[in-house]
């Protein structure tokens, strides 16, 4: 069972930046894959971020060159980076992640591990 607890989630003006953390525990194997998601009130749940255990990143087309994803596997934790924020960005955010292989890092099902979220706000 993983457990996946993320962080860094907050209220800022357009234009500024956020850094999100999601801190993995309760495993042992590697974990191969792990995302970011967000989903704003009305919406469905969608995919941001993707990266692999080797550290290959897919991003969406609406976050491309303002979003950064990395892992830390030593500290078994995922960020993400976001500038450049738009109001557009304010959701609700998850991290996710699967041990197995995923060649759809955007979609939400191949996670079998999701995080409780964090809110991010961003006023115009």
């Known amino acids: 069972q993983v457990q996946l607890l993320e962080s860094g989630g907050g209220s800022v003006q357009a234009g500024g930046s956020l850094r999100l953390s999601c801190a993995a525990s309760?495993?042992?194997?590697?974990?191969?894959?792990m995302g970011w998601f967000r989903q704003a009130p009305g919406k469905e749940r969608e995919g941001v971020a993707g990266?692999?255990?080797?550290?290959?990143?897919t991003y969406a087309d609406s976050v491309k060159g303002r979003f950064t994803a990395s892992r830390d596997n030593a500290k078994n934790t995922l960020y993400l980076q976001m500038n450049s924020l738009k109001p557009e960005d304010t959701a609700m955010y998850y991290c996710?992640?699967?041990?197995?292989?995923?060649?759809?890092?955007?979609?939400?099902?191949?996670?079998?591990?999701w995080g409780q979220g964090t809110q991010v706000t961003v006023s115009s």
């Open positions: 309760g495993h042992n194997d590697i974990i191969n894959c």
């Open positions: 990266i692999d255990v080797d550290g290959q990143t």
């Open positions: 996710a992640a699967t041990l197995w292989r995923n060649h759809y890092p955007l979609r939400v099902t191949p996670y079998n591990y």
